[in-house]
């Protein structure tokens, strides 16, 4: 078993926050790869990290400029490796989810059968609600049986948005455009 969130802080090596159009992230890595990315206020959120923010982090660049087109509306492509600290149970959820191709969805009973455990929907509700890398494993694809925006660490409104932003991207229409425009 990997360690939790609770002894994830002790491993980072750098982190660094930046302003998205959904409101502020927090963005945290350990030598191996990209370990966190917490949207302001989401739950589990980990709080003040320790140390000074390292503005000049090549993981932490990339990642941020990956996410920067992402909500211009490019097509998801992020590259980084990740270090994703959960139970086995946990990563084995959050691998699943990364095989949900943006602008699809899929219920949680789907990944509960992925996983091997179709009983345990609710564990991978928990599991999924734990995710600790928002948007990169993208935990927002994941919807009710029948079809209804359960549950989003991050907040439903963020949830609602990532899938729509998704939905257009082929419109070249990016997030921070359609914000401006809808004020």
Known sequence: MKTS???LTRQLSAWQRWQSPLGGMLLARTPLGLAGIWFDGQKDHPGELAGQPAANDPLLLRTVAELAAYFDGAPARFTQPLDLH???????VWQQLL???AGATCSYAEIARAVGSPAAVRAVGAAIGRNPVSVIVPCHR???SAGALTGYAGGLERKRALLQLESTTTTGTGMQQ???EAA
């Open 86 to 92: 959960g139970t086995d149970f946990q990563r084995a």
């Open 142 to 144: 994941v919807i009710g």
């Open 178 to 180: 359609r914000l401006d």
């Open 5 to 7: 969130l609770m002894t």
């Open 99 to 101: 095989n949900i191709a």
